[in-house]
Structure formats: C-alpha cells, structure tokens
C-alpha cells in the first residue's frame, strides 16, 4: 500500500473537519497520566541523527516518511510543539522541499538519503502532518512545504474518475492512499481558504465511494477486492460512520487471536490470511468503533492491546511473524507506528478528519 509494514524487505471555521475530533466524547485536555506517558517518552526518543524517527528498534536506519508523519501528530497531539518542528524542519530545511515530485517513502535517519518511490500515501500523511501543525499553533512557516504535497497530489489525481494514483508511473489506485489524499487535500483547502483543493479533495472522495466501496466494506483499491483491515477502520475515521459496516464485516474476515508469550492477544491481522494480530491496525479498528459510538468493542480491541505495551512504552507491529501480501512482513518489533496510533486512541486525535 504506501508503506513497507515492518520491513523486512483552525482555523476557526466550522467546516473543518479534522484533528482532535471525538471520537466518542470530544475532549482537548491531554493527559500524561499512565501508559500514554510511556508511549510518548519511548517516541521521544526515537527521534535520531539528522531528526528523524528511527522506525523501528532493530539494526536499520530506516525512517519512513509514513512514521514521521504519524510522529509529528502525537508530539503535536500531546502538545509538544518542538518535537514535531524538529521533523517538520528536516524535511523542509535538510532533506529539501521537492521541486516536482514529493518525498520518498524511506530515508536513512542519519545521512538522510531517500529510498524507494515517492507514493501518493505517505506525502499525503506528510502534508496533513503539515495541516494538524498548523491548525494547532497558527505558525505558517511549513505551509509553503505543504502547498508543494498538496500540489503532488493533485498533479497524481486521475481526470477520469478523480481518484489518485500510487505514483507518477504507476497505474493503480489504492484506498488508503486515497483516504490520507482527501483528508489531507480537503483540510489544507480549508486552512489555507483554498477552494481548489477542497475541490479536488471532493473528487477524490467521490471516487472512493464509487469505485472502493462495494455497499458492505472497502476494497483494497479500484478493482482490487483483496480483503484487508486497515481500510475498513480508515474509511469510518476519513469519511464516517455511514461506513461503519466495514469494521464489522472485518470481525469475521481478519480478526484473530494469537499468543505473545504466554499472553493471548485478540485483533486483526493486516488481512484474512489471520497469521499474526496486527497491533497498528487493531488499534485503528479500536478508534474505529469508538467513532461509531461502539465503546464496548473499541474496548475490547484496545484492551487487547494496551495489555501488550513493552517496559519502555513501545508497542510490537505484530505479535509475531507473519504476512500482508506481496513482499510486506509483519514482525513482532518495537515499531513507531502502533505507538503512534496508542497515542491518537489516548488523547482522542483523528489523524484524519470527521
């Protein structure tokens, strides 16, 4: 989809529809009280050599855009404003600002190289990363950056039927990209008093309900009917509860119970092959079901994961090894991500939109 899953390998304006929407109760006060403090502490200190996130505790360098973006919404979600500049700023003042094409998928947290494509999905997390910034400090100096993503983005939207391309040499069209691609182009329209990205963002929705929707629950992309997780719990979160059907139909498709340890952990594998429980994507379903005012399911699947939470307040991609489809594999590695997402779930933050 946009990223290699654990590599092996403000506006005052009542239109806007993004962060720190409840997703039962709407709350603004952060807490640093239990896990959540250790959640942010471990990302803390991922952050590494140039100021990236070191994505993953193992012997890579790697830092995907993906994680960073995901990273400076937490810091920014718990207020802390200079953690999420320090990433903002490497991307914008060492890695550079792209001249046409956006950022890489990956890069090397010391030298800053990129590797790999520069996907639609990830730029778009990237520039609504950009959006949550911005709409909670009023400090415009990434909103430059922002119009070059969302310019991007735009440039990868499809004529035809409005949805984006993976890529700029690519054919296919992912869901998930195209959810991150209309939350992302929709808030920096409304932020920015853009109407044409608002615009283009609509198109990208529509296309997401025509063409991935299938009256039940999401494909994976136009024409792909391959079952996966995240889609169902990132079609609520981006477009609503009419869709709320789809992390139902995911209860009898990917969810699993498997060991870590002695513990016996109940969730979703990324998709229906039920090898390993997902822990990123239980805890978007988790959000998922809050969003859909379901408390008792959300808590059920964040119990399950909030019980896995390592000594120092990290979280595993999965409890253990397994597939996604095609060369991606899950491992059971302290990951960025799923600490991530424990934090969104902690402080009610919709890293996405309505």
């Known amino acids: 989809m946009g990223k290699n899953i654990c590599a092996l390998k403000s506006f005052k304006s009542s239109s806007l529809i993004f962060i720190s929407i409840a997703l039962s109760l709407f709350v603004s006060q952060i807490s640093f009280a239990g896990t959540t403090a250790a959640a942010y502490s471990y990302l803390s200190g991922r952050i590494k050599g140039i100021g990236l996130v070191d994505s993953y505790k193992d ?113 296919w069209k992912s869901t998930e990209h195209n959810f991150i691609g209309y939350a992302s182009l929709y808030n920096f329209g409304i932020l920015t008093g853009q109407d044409t990205y608002v615009q283009k963002a609509n198109l990208v929705k529509d296309f997401l309900v025509r063409e991935c929707w299938n009256g039940e629950r999401f494909l994976r992309g136009k024409n792909d009917q391959t079952e996966v997780t995240d889609v169902q719990a990132m079609g609520v979160l981006a477009l609503g509860t009419a869709y709320a059907s789809g992390i139902y139909w995911a209860e009898y498709h990917t969810k699993c119970t498997k060991p870590l340890g002695a513990l016996p952990v109940t969730g979703f594998d990324f998709n229906n092959d039920l090898d390993t429980v997902w822990l990123e994507g239980t805890l978007q379903q988790a959000m998922a079901f809050k969003r859909n005012y379901d408390n008792y399911r959300a808590g059920i699947y964040f119990g399950n994961v909030d019980k896995t939470q390592r000594s120092d307040g990290s979280f595993l991609c999965a409890t253990n090894r397994g597939t996604a489809g095609g060369d991606w594999t899950l491992l059971p590695v302290k990951a960025v991500a799923p600490t991530c997402w424990y934090i969104f779930y902690n402080t009610n933050t919709n890293p996405f939109m309505r």
């Not at 400090?137 to 990868?156: E, H, S, Y």
């Open 59 to 171: 012997d890579s360098s790697a830092s995907y855009t993906y994680d960073n973006a995901l990273a400076v919404i937490a810091f920014v979600a718990q207020g802390d404003f200079e953690k999420g500049r320090t990433i903002l700023a490497t991307y914008q003042d060492t890695i550079g600002i792209p001249s046409y094409f956006g950022y890489n998928d990956e890069y090397d947290y010391k030298t800053g190289i990129g590797r790999g494509y520069t996907s639609a999905g990830p730029n778009a997390w990237f520039l609504n990363a950009i959006n949550f910034y911005f709409y909670k400090t009023n400090d415009p100096r990434f909103l430059t950056l922002g119009q070059k993503l969302a310019d991007f983005l735009v440039r990868l939207q499809d004529t035809r039927d409005g949805g984006l391309f993976g890529d700029t040499y690519v054919s």
